[in-house]
């Protein structure tokens, strides 16, 4: 279920994306038509008075014309095709394809050495820790190849930049999720945000450039948005009353007392944090919920779907053992459903739903070629020291599965020039990532304690049983 009707875009949007970014999106060629198009393909699902769309200048305008409809009427069985999907309203689960350890440290990764043509033509010194205070939360940084990165830490995780163009980045993946999941919210909560007779509370945890919370402060003027991110991006002076931001780190307890929020929302996540800080942010979640509330996460799995050569082995192997030697699994999201009934601090949530969308990279329209992009500006912004670890294995001489592609044969690590390669190779082979949604409720009669305790996955409970009890829970939700 998303929100039903778009309202215009705020200027507190808009004025969060740098002026490069909007020249550079303004210029695309099909930034102008891509949510126009986006709307005309859900006929039915348009207002009846919707008013005439705006004169659109940029991509944000148009992504505020893409109306919301409701979620995905149950249809019938048919072949895949550039427009194919497929919905289940009557259980809880869909699936629709889009085409238009627990260590208490950080562990050390396999960082291979830097080649010399790296070293010598940087102008760069060794990166050096800047400490960023604000609010109450102090940040380390380091300056690695021009970008801003949090300084590796036990609880941070995170390995992108934290900076004006990962903003823009995670600005456009915002309207881009928008129209692929048809809104910005699949749980049924839009009554309680239209509700004037009382004020919902709702937290975005991870918020960003806080894109996600200005756009729903606007549209919903009677609920009040709450916002936290260890990187400060988020708007501080220009935004809606409405909508107030904090700088907070997940590994700490939430901020806020018990049973505050109505709605809480968490979007790409997963790819930071331990299964264990899963665990305990959950706890966490259902602490601050209000009795009867909902928790939805919205995240991505990494494994590039019918990949070519260089993808598989750069994207779906290197890739995911690199982040395992940092404790985090990059295909937690297919675990969501399983960690939200089997939550220690609630019972378990109720009423479960799970979703996945087939979003292609670099093919099948407009969306497509958004999502490559952005996929791209991904790779290309992950911290050195991970791209350069994900070092290519050479053939061996009698291994005949492993065909050199001479094209790629120099390629020995995640550079620039294998990222334009995985790229191609995407659209060549028509690949696309699954995107996963999964919204529960906590339990109408939970009484929750004050305080909870940061929750650990059971030493006893091994990867198997996890597997099974996620199977169970899998064929359970079908």
């Known amino acids: 279920m998303g929100n039903e009707q778009s309202q215009p875009i705020p200027n507190v949007v808009t004025s969060n994306l740098s002026p490069k970014a909007q020249r550079r999106i303004s210029q695309a060629p099909y930034a102008h038509s891509f949510f126009d198009m986006a709307a005309k393909a ?61 260590s208490d440290r950080l562990p050390t990764p396999p960082i291979s050495a830097r080649s010399t043509t790296r070293a010598e033509s940087s102008t760069l010194s060794p990166p050096s820790v800047k400490s960023h205070l604000s609010g109450q939360t102090m940040v380390e940084t380091t300056m690695i190849e021009g970008r801003r990165y949090l300084a590796p830490s036990v609880s941070a995780r995170y390995f992108l930049p934290y900076d004006d163009d990962e903003s823009d980045r995670l600005i456009v993946l915002h309207f881009l999720l928008k129209h692929a999941f048809n809104g910005n919210f699949r749980a049924p909560i839009q009554p309680i945000l239209a509700d004037t007779r009382k004020r919902a509370q709702v937290l975005d945890i991870g918020c960003g450039p806080g894109t996600w919370v200005l756009e729903l402060a606007t549209e919903f003027p009677h609920a009040d948005f709450h916002g936290i991110d260890l990187c400060p991006m988020f708007p501080t002076t220009i935004k809606p009353g409405n909508a107030q931001f904090k700088q907070h780190d997940i590994a700490e ?209 091994e990867e198997g049983t996890w597997e099974s009890i996620h199977d169970f829970a899998h064929g359970f939700v079908d």
């Open 42 to 102: 859900h006929p039915g699902h348009t207002p009846v008075n919707r008013p005439p769309p705006p004169n659109l200048h940029s991509f944000f305008e148009v992504a505020a014309a893409t109306p919301n409809p409701h979620r995905p009427r149950k249809t019938q069985s048919r072949k895949p095709s550039a427009s194919s999907s497929t919905a289940s309203t009557s259980s809880s689960s869909y699936t629709r394809s889009t085409h238009s350890s627990t």
């Open 253 to 461: 307890p939430l901020p806020y007392p018990a049973n505050q929020f109505d709605y809480i929302y968490m979007r790409t996540m997963l790819g930071s944090m331990t299964r264990s800080q899963l665990i305990g942010l959950l706890a966490e979640i259902t602490r601050v919920l209000k009795p009867g509330g909902y928790i939805e996460i919205l995240d991505v799995e990494y494994q590039v779907q019918r990949p070519g050569p260089l993808s598989e082995e750069l994207v779906n192997q290197k890739f995911r053992q690199i982040m395992k030697s940092y404790d985090i699994d990059l295909q937690l999201c297919h675990h969501l459903s399983t960690l939200m009934m089997t939550n220690p601090a609630s019972g378990g949530f109720v009423d479960i739903h799970q979703g996945k969308i087939n979003i292609p990279l670099g093919w099948g329209g407009q969306l497509g070629e958004l999502h490559s992009q952005n996929i791209e500006c991904f790779l290309r912004s992950l911290n050195p020291m991970i791209r350069e670890a994900m070092t290519r294995t050479p053939p061996g001489e009698n291994d005949k599965d492993n065909i050199v592609d001479q094209e790629t044969a120099s390629i020995k690590s995640l550079d620039d020039e294998a990222i334009h390669h995985i790229m191609n190779e995407c659209k060549k082979y028509q690949s696309h990532l699954n995107w996963y949604t999964c919204y529960g409720q906590k339990p109408r009669h939970l009484n929750t304690p004050q305080q909870t305790p940061r929750a650990s996955v059971t030493p006893s409970l």
